[in-house]
């Protein structure tokens, strides 16, 4: 006799498996073993097996993923902050961006006109899906808009 345990489940999949192959031997054993025309019989087993199958499929345990946390102590890093001087210019103020455009910018990464005159033509069409072309006026208008505050 075997143990099952405390904790044990009876997994609902397994029963469902095995009634899914009764179905497809029995239709396999009336289409070759059956002197008498029963394909209605053949096809309805076949059908109920592929029932049963995915019903047996559809109730298995789910795979649950863990992590393993290391049980080594934890050094506690210091972060040195940057603190920026803001500048009143928006992306709006320059020069062919609008406020879609600005927001778009903004979710790719781009939050200021600072960070718009920095980042490369290649490097920009590739994140906001446009031209170089688009992109290298976007820039130079950025630093022209810098130049003049």
Known sequence: MVSLGDNSEMRADIPLYIIAIICFGLAVGLHFYSSEPVQAYTVILAVLGAIFAGVGYSMRPKQIETL???????????????????????????????????????????????????????????????????????????KEALEEK
Request: positive net charge.
């Open 68 to 142: 393993e946390v290391a049980k080594e102590p934890m050094v506690k890093e210091e972060t040195v902050t940057e603190v920026k001087v803001k500048s009143s210019l928006k992306l709006v103020d320059v020069k062919g961006i609008g406020p879609k455009r600005a927001e778009q910018l903004k979710r790719i990464g781009i939050q200021s006109v600072e960070e718009l005159a920095r980042e490369s033509s290649e490097e920009l069409s590739k994140k906001a899906k446009v031209s170089t072309k688009v992109a290298d006026k976007w820039i130079k208008a950025a």
